[in-house]
């Protein structure tokens, strides 16, 4: 009973002083941990080292609803040395922070419309562009009619800001004539347009039915026979289907009814009769997997991933509910689009991987 009793203090003793220790050295094995974070993360650039080809960043996949795990709409495109992003959702930029893509090196943000989640990120881009490389011009923002309302917005709204980064950090770091936007508008009716075509990267613009919002256009991205087209938001559009004819990868915009119709109940049920209301009404402009799946199918698609997934899917074993009878629309790969993952597309082949950086 006694080595019992000296057992147990002894142990009692051990645990006091591991935990002193702890207490002690708890500053200095935070500063540690950081020290081996920074590490890893500064100085990362995710495109060093791809092989030549179309590299797609999927930096956002969400929707204007709440999501733990997505944030708002924001993709990357990468064709050979040169980076474009399509939409810059809230949060977006952040995880590109995470992934380690050299934002300063983005050429081009290409707007799809100007509803609120898919601009709501546009100052923090427009920042880290400017500093991240000390750009001397601004961030170059393409889009239909209305993107020019929406460049001198945010313009205005971070001059002050703008200022103050400068008086700060001084001219050499954050020089003045780089800081916001620059609006590019393109005019866009029934047909595709190129909005630019040079160092053998194509960009296309297309209509697509968002309505009531218009205008609203997805993108082709065309560079040594490798293809990608990223849909916007869009009800099914036989202009996406013309304008993505034979793509290796189909990025499109995809909501599950039946689960949304749970939401909607639920919202219903808790007395927020007025966003119970908005839940029923975006029903009739977007596109269930099984429309996206269509579309994929009519244009010969390689391949398709879905974004600007709604409602959110929190958790994984909701993927099959999700996806509904996708998979008897299109016999390629369908996956739902994740933040962080990234699809490579190597040119002089149709190969198309996916890893994710997260």
């Given amino acids: ?31 540690l941990a950081l020290a081996r974070i920074a590490g890893e993360r500064v100085g ?27 944030t708002g709409p924001c993709t990357i495109v990468i064709a050979g040395t040169h980076i474009y992003q399509v939409d810059a959702g ?74 103050y980064r400068t008086a700060h950090h001084g001219p050499a770091i954050m020089p003045p004539s780089g800081a916001g936007g620059r609006a590019m508008p393109f005019a866009i009716g029934a047909a595709p347009v190129v909005v630019s075509d040079a160092d053998g990267v194509r960009i296309t613009a297309f209509p697509v039915n968002h309505a009531p919002v ?21 009800a099914p559009s036989p202009s996406l289907v013309r304008a993505a004819k034979g793509t290796d990868l189909l990025v499109h915009e995809a909501l599950q009814p039946r689960l949304v119709r749970i939401l909607t109940a639920t919202l219903a049920k808790a007395g927020q009769a007025n966003t119970a209301q908005i839940t029923r009404d975006i029903l009739d402009y977007h596109s269930t997997p099984e429309q996206a799946a269509d579309a994929a199918k009519a244009a010969g698609a390689r391949a398709l991933v879905l974004n600007h997934i709604v409602p959110p ?30 699809l490579d597309l190597p040119a002089g082949s149709t190969a198309i991987t996916t890893r994710k950086l997260l």
């Fill in 313 to 342: 899917l929190p958790l994984g074993f909701a993927y099959p509910a999700f996806l509904g009878d996708a998979a008897t629309h299109f016999s390629g790969p369908i996956t739902i689009g994740e933040d962080g993952m990234m």
């Fill in 90 to 163: 809230e949060g977006g930029t952040r995880k590109l922070n995470q992934i380690g893509l050299p934002i300063g090196r983005i050429e081009g943000l290409f707007l799809t419309h100007f509803h609120s989640d898919h601009i709501d990120g546009l100052g923090p881009l427009m920042l880290l562009r400017w500093s991240g490389r000390s750009n001397t011009g601004p961030l170059p923002i393409h889009g239909p009619p209305g993107v020019e309302t929406v460049v001198a917005g945010f313009n205005a709204a971070y001059a002050q800001d703008n200022g």
């Fill in 44 to 70: 990362r650039d995710v495109t060093a080292g791809l092989p030549d080809g179309l590299h797609v960043i999927i930096c956002g996949s969400g929707s204007p609803l709440p999501d733990p795990t997505r």
């Fill in 1 to 31: 009973m006694r080595m019992v009793r000296k057992l147990a203090l002894g142990v009692a003793g051990l645990a006091l002083a591991a935990g002193v220790g702890v207490k002690l050295f708890q500053p200095r094995l935070g500063e």
């Fill in 214 to 234: 218009q205008p609203a256009v997805g993108y082709r991205f065309d560079y040594k026979g490798r293809s990608v087209v990223i849909s916007g938001d869009t």
